[in-house]
């Protein structure tokens, strides 16, 4: 239900755009949300985005250069990274989750569907 694509290798600075087609995973409670990865560490929120009302979840370290976005029509969800930087690298997952508000959308336990992970890597 949840099928992310458009990782790739760059360079620094470069921009990238991932995508996740979210079939049957629409409605105004469900929020869609970008995850991270890297070996060692636990999987983080990148971003989020609620479908109903659009409110928007970043982490710290991604905002004003990550920008999550749907497009209604496609039922796609985006992910616009910009200013990459090397510790930008890591496994992405798309995930899609119910019901979650500011104070849980960071957790990962809350999303009960997930992608395959597209690998980024940014090159310094």
């Known amino acids: 239900q949840l099928q992310a694509s458009g990782g790739g290798l760059v360079q620094a600075g470069d921009s990238l755009r991932l995508s996740c087609a979210a079939s049957?995973?629409?409605?105004?409670?469900?929020?869609l949300g970008w995850f991270r990865q890297t070996p060692g560490k636990e999987r983080e929120l990148v971003g989020g985005?609620?479908?109903?009302?659009?409110?928007?979840y970043y982490a710290d370290s991604v905002k004003g250069r990550f920008t999550v976005s749907l497009d209604r029509a496609k039922k796609t969800v985006y992910l616009q990274m910009n200013s990459l930087k090397p510790e930008d690298t890591a496994v992405y997952y798309c995930a899609a989750a119910y019901g979650v508000i500011a104070s849980t959308a960071r957790d990962r336990g809350r999303y009960d569907y997930w992608g395959q992970g597209t690998l980024v890597t940014v090159s310094s």
């Open positions: 049957g995973l629409t409605g105004s409670s469900v929020t």
């Open positions: 985005r609620r479908w109903g009302d659009g409110s928007t």
